[in-house]
């Protein structure tokens, strides 16, 4: 009898032991995420804030956006869960299917480490949203960008090669010193289908585009990048690299 009521004594302890560790984990937790979900999307907080990689429920769900600096650190609030996996993997909306239902509602996350931040915000948010990723190469339509016409108005040899600026605003996009990938992007963000740039065009330039924007607005991007940028939309088919993304086993 004494024997067991040492064991059971000992039992308790070693219980009350755990939720203390627990207890003080989520203690911890807390306290590294009031110094960085602020409210705040500003890079001098992954300067200055925990060495720390978080996926949690939002407190800013109103709020929008991420910033990030060198080495793959990265801080966004009030962000989707499908976002923030394109966001860990680098891949953009057009390029990522989806076999599972993820989470609804709104995340905060940071990955802030020395090193490794883009890997470790990756195995995050997969166990987090209780999903695996992986890539695969599949057939599918896409939009090859090509050269329609040469020494077209609005795209001309950079005359700056200092400095890189770039202004957007709903309808009009100016890049300074820039390659043609960020039309490419943009591109395939509007029309909502990957496009391969196949224009050979590899230096640097200065861009101008203008477009109607507020009726038929593809159809008018489209138009705008033909006439200004003297460049052409292909449909076809082609291998492209997608993340799929499936629950977890």
Not at 50 to 61: D, E, L, Q
Not at 200 to 209: A, N, P, Q, S, V
């Amino acid at each position: 009898t004494k024997a067991k009521t040492v064991i059971v004594a000992g039992a308790g302890i070693l219980l009350a032991a755990g939720t203390t560790t627990i207890t003080v984990k989520e203690i911890h937790h807390h306290y590294e995420d009031s110094q960085w979900d602020i409210g705040q999307i500003n890079p001098q907080i992954l300067e200055t804030g925990p060495h720390v990689v978080r996926v949690i429920p939002s407190k800013f769900p109103n709020q929008g956006g991420w910033t990030s600096i060198g080495d793959g650190r990265i801080l966004g609030l009030g962000d989707s869960a499908p976002h923030i996996l394109e966001t860990a993997y680098g891949r953009a909306g057009t390029r990522t299917i989806f076999q599972t239902a993820l989470p609804a509602g709104k995340f905060d996350f940071i990955a802030n480490l020395p090193s490794g931040s883009s890997a470790s915000l990756q195995q995050k948010a997969q166990k987090q949203f209780g999903v695996t990723a992986r890539v695969a190469t599949i057939e599918t339509n896409v939009l090859f960008l090509r050269v329609k016409q040469t020494n077209a108005p609005g795209l001309k040899t950079a005359t700056n090669l200092n400095s890189s600026p770039y202004s957007t605003s709903f309808g009009v996009n100016k890049l300074r010193n820039s390659r043609i990938d960020p039309i490419a992007n943009y591109a395939e963000m509007a029309f909502q289908i990957p496009v391969i740039d196949e224009t050979g065009l590899t230096g640097r330039y200065d861009i101008d585009l203008k477009w109607d924007n507020q009726n038929n607005r593809q159809e008018n991007l489209k138009q705008a990048i033909a006439d200004e940028l003297g460049l052409e939309f292909v449909p076809g088919t082609a291998p492209v690299e997608f993340l799929v993304v499936e629950k977890a086993k």
